[in-house]
């Protein structure tokens, strides 16, 4: 596993273009750009070591609906960086699809909660290429894009799916999300403490000073941070922030 802290850029699509959204809200839709590929070439040309998207249509509808743009991706950056990828995975059957095509992770979220033998089933299946996205707001999980509140506690799942092999868990701090209000460090730290496998934060990452605070924090197991709006809206230099990562991280391990 890479030693440094990861900065990893997000391209949320909706209906084939690349978009963020504020607090999951799907009306409020902000595009950034309706070439996708050509997106991930840059963020590859700027340094990314993996990318993260996310099939929104396919997170409401509970089945892939972006598939071609995904497919465009992979095929733009090659074997060159893992591609990291969620919305609307529901079932084994997509997740060899996309494993086949080239996605190095499937990322399984809402089906998580509702069915927890799926995650199982995923992890013995795909050992090695599941991460699940566990995306709270006050500590308890949210489901379908975010739609629904459960009353699952989040450290709680956090816990029960690491026993199932996840590779990874993507924790996302809702109210954060697309705001540009700063990276809730104090809850993703609780949540990452008593784990064993990594913790990649998600939600609110604007500038610097929350690359820095996410390095301080690298040795209680957040080894990644994934971010959207502040770097297509400018706020944060992608290249920058990766290279600050690099040069504080050594320093926490």
């Not at 949320?12 to 690349?18: A, E, M, R, V």
């Not at 990828?85 to 399984?108: A, M, P, W």
């Not at 949210?142 to 509140?149: E, F, I, Q």
Request: aromatic share 6%; with cysteine; net charge negative.
């Amino acid at each position: 596993m890479d030693t440094k802290t990861l900065i990893i850029p997000a391209i949320d699509l909706k209906d084939g273009q690349c978009v963020r959204l504020r607090q999951g809200v799907m009306e409020g839709a902000t595009v950034f750009s309706d070439d996708p590929s050509a997106m991930a070439k840059h963020w590859l040309a700027q340094g990314a070591r993996r990318l993260h998207l996310v099939d929104l249509n396919g997170a409401f509808a509970g089945k892939p609906k972006n598939e071609a743009a995904v497919r465009g991706i992979v095929e733009a950056v090659g074997s060159e960086i893992p591609v990291q990828l969620g919305g609307g995975i529901r079932d084994l059957e997509t997740i060899e699809r996309y494993l086949d095509i080239g996605v190095s992770f499937v990322i399984i979220g809402t089906a998580a909660v509702k069915v927890p033998g799926f995650l199982h089933e995923a992890c013995d299946a795909f050992p090695g290429h599941i991460m699940v996205g566990l995306d709270a707001k006050g500590g308890k999980v949210a489901v379908d894009g975010w739609s629904k509140l459960t009353g699952h506690d989040v450290a709680d799942l956090a816990q029960r799916f690491e026993g199932y092999g996840v590779e990874a868990i993507i924790y996302t701090d809702i109210g954060r999300d697309g705001m540009m209000s700063g990276v809730n460090i104090e809850a993703t730290v609780e949540l990452a403490r008593p784990l064993h496998v990594p913790v990649i934060a998600s939600g609110g990452i604007t500038n610097l000073d929350d690359v820095r605070k996410l390095c301080a924090v690298r040795n209680e197991g957040i080894t990644a941070a994934i971010t959207g709006r502040a770097i297509y809206e400018g706020t944060l230099d992608f290249k920058a922030a990766q290279a600050l990562a690099d040069e504080l991280s050594p320093k926490v391990i």
